[in-house]
Every structure is written in C-alpha cells, then in structure tokens.
C-alpha cells in the first residue's frame, strides 16, 4: 500500500489571532532570531504576503526571501512585518 505524504504548511493551522500569538510566543521563546524570523514569515503568509508587503512597502519577494529560514531581516523590516501583522513586543523584568 502506497502512502501519499504531502507537506504540512504551518500556515494554515493559523486561522486567528489566538493561534497566531500561541504560535509566535513560542517561537519567541526559543531565543532563536533565524527561527523567530522564519515564524514571522509563515505569520505573514498566514495573514496574506501580498497585503503585508503593501503595508509595509517591502516586496513580497523580499519578504519571502528575508522571513525564509535562510533569511536574514534587518530589525527595520521585522519592525515593519510586526507592525503590520499587529503583533507587539512586550519586556519584563527579570525575576
């Protein structure tokens, strides 16, 4: 019997807003920026690339290369990712 296996798209399980800071906090919590870059781009592709990279004025080929696990953004365009996706970074004090 042949298994057919497809890719898994985190993507899709991000159907709202819960799921989206769930899912960004723990990809916050690793520590790891090429991680917590590649989160945010499957965030944008989540919520449409195309309408990210208006907001932001990036291009959507520019998102999707900087927001790859390749990738490498500038603390400007995670900035302006972030913004746009309505997510915010909040400091505690250690305990």
Do not use: C, H, W
């Amino acid at each position: 019997m042949k298994v057919k296996i497809t890719d898994y798209d985190p993507a899709a399980a991000l159907v709202d807003e819960e799921e989206i800071a769930f899912f960004m906090a723990d990809a916050l919590e690793t520590g790891d920026a090429a991680y917590i870059a590649k989160a945010l781009g499957v965030v944008a592709r989540a919520k449409g690339m195309t309408g990210i990279a208006t907001e932001t004025g990036l291009s959507r080929e520019q998102l999707y290369r900087s927001f790859s696990e390749e990738g490498n953004p500038t603390l400007k365009s995670t900035l302006a990712v972030m913004k746009a996706l309505g997510i915010e970074l909040t400091t505690k004090k250690p305990r």
